[in-house]
């Protein structure tokens, strides 16, 4: 297990290009299995989630190529899913494997899927899925902890989601693009992946699809997958990723930093954009970037609340909680996505942050300072929040268990300190032998 030694106090200064989004990539990944051409994605991010995503699509008997090579673009044959199939052993290390379950239905007209199971930051049903698949024509049985699903055509039909579920939403897309007649998805999410994977599912099939990015989709199914249009190859790049994006923005404010961060549309973050200006953050917007600027005046406190898209990202929740730490005055993060998504909170505190939690709330009051410490990661996004504090923090931060980081960051670590932070990444072994003693020139 690596671990970072992180030495607080370095301004940044330049630019960074984020990865492809890791929730795009994951889904177009997903959809794939529906292609029986060769489908060719540029730029996918080396990223553990993607990593697990290819393997699980090795294991149905999907060929996957070009994985290690340098230019990060790889190549899917799908043309013949031996297996319909997705194990526990596979799905509880990443949620996101259950998207395989619609495609594998649609394509195989049967499927087995292990439940999810719940996950540091929530339960997370997928009720929503289960009962649009079936409001589709697909007979679902659960047993023995696994999804089995059965239909020999699914039917277009009239879904209403009574929350705006991401995954719920992807994985009615995927299965009504092969299904017969009209299906519209009502209170659908509005996330920018999701309008991603409508124009790769587009592309690949041919279907009309309207209206993904409101909360009405229509989609004008094709009845199978024999009926996609008649290309001999796919070749797609996802979106860039607006929450790596959205990191390396706080990272700059609460550095009091100058750097510009690129590949990615500053309309998929317009929320947080919003929230850093009214706070006091000076931001230059590009078509495919933003540029922040040294701010001369004291930032001020905030009253946020995560919501569905355009709303605040939950996925952005902690590291602007990490910003927040450090503003004077009282300010306040209510959550409503996930239950449990407060975990940074004692990290933080560890640092010398002053944070209350109220229920589904977090009240925090600004410090001057915050000091490095030891602490853990314990999910994606509250260990990139560790990671800003870190860098803002005086003297020297230790955070473990950075796999969690290394989910959904590509190359972080070296991304921050091509912009002059002082992070070493190491093993346990080497921390030890270390003793302490670590070398950041
Ligand atoms: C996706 C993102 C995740 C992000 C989340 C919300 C991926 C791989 N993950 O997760 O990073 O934080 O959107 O923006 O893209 N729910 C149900 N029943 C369901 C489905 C969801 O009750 O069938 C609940 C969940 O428990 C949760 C809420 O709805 O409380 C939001 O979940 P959802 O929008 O589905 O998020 P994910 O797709 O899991």
Redesign the pocket.
């Known amino acids: 297990m690596d671990l970072f030694i992180v030495k607080g106090k370095q301004k940044l200064s330049g630019e960074v290009k984020v990865s492809s989004a890791?929730?795009s990539v994951?889904?177009i990944l997903a959809a794939s299995l529906l292609c029986q051409k060769k489908v060719f994605l540029k730029e996918v991010p080396q990223l553990q989630?993607v990593k697990t995503m290819l393997d699980l699509l090795r294991s149905m008997g999907v060929l996957v190529h070009g994985e290690s090579t340098d230019n990060n673009e790889i190549s899917l044959d799908a043309s013949i899913i031996e297996k319909p199939v997705a194990s526990y052993e596979q799905v509880k290390t990443m949620?996101?494997s259950i998207?395989v379950l619609a495609p594998l239905l649609a394509r195989c007209k049967r499927a087995k899927v292990s439940l999810p199971g719940g996950c540091a930051?929530?339960?997370?049903?997928?009720?929503?899925?289960?009962?649009g698949l079936k409001k589709m024509g697909a007979k679902i049985q659960l047993r023995g902890g696994y999804v089995y699903a059965r239909c020999e055509q699914l039917q277009g039909a009239k879904i209403i989601l009574p929350?705006?579920?991401?995954?719920?939403?992807?994985t009615l897309l995927m299965a009504a693009v092969c299904a017969v007649g009209e299906t519209t998805i009502e209170n659908a999410?509005r996330?920018p992946?999701i309008e991603d994977l409508a124009h790769f599912l587009r592309k690949m099939s041919g279907v009309k699809i309207q209206g993904e990015g409101t909360p009405i989709i229509r989609i004008q199914g094709c009845g199978g997958v024999s009926e996609f249009n008649e290309l001999k190859t796919l070749h797609f790049q996802a979106m860039g990723d607006r929450?790596e994006a959205a990191t390396f923005i706080i990272a700059a404010v609460m550095t009091q930093s100058e750097i510009t961060v690129k590949g990615f549309n500053p309309h998929h973050i317009r929320s947080v954009l919003d929230n850093l200006t009214q706070m006091g953050a000076k931001l230059e917007e590009f078509t495919d970037g933003v540029k922040v600027k040294v701010q001369q005046d004291q930032l001020q406190a905030l009253q946020i609340d995560t919501a569905?898209?355009p709303g605040f990202?939950?996925?952005v929740q902690a590291q602007m909680m990490a910003l927040l730490c450090l503003v004077p005055g009282s300010s306040m993060i209510t959550e409503h996505?996930?239950?449990n998504r407060f975990m940074h909170v004692p990290e933080l505190q560890r640092m010398g942050a002053e944070i209350t939690i109220r229920g589904s709330s977090a009240v925090i009051k600004g410090v001057e300072q915050m000091y490095g410490a030891q602490v853990m990661c314990t999910d994606?996004?509250a260990s990139a929040a560790l990671l800003l504090a870190a860098l803002c923090a005086e003297g020297q931060s230790v955070i473990r268990r950075v796999y969690h980081i290394d989910r959904g960051y590509q190359q972080i670590d070296q991304k921050l300190s091509g912009l002059g932070a002082k992070i070493k990444r190491m093993s346990q072994q080497q921390f030890k032998e270390s003793e302490g003693e670590i070398d950041h020139e």
Do not use: C, Q
Request: net charge negative.
């Open positions: 890791k929730n994951l889904k989630d949620r996101a998207l930051i929530g339960a997370r049903p997928i009720d929503l899925h289960l009962k929350f705006p579920s991401v995954g719920a939403t992807e999410a996330e992946e929450i569905p898209y990202p939950t996925d996505i996930f239950e994606l996004r």
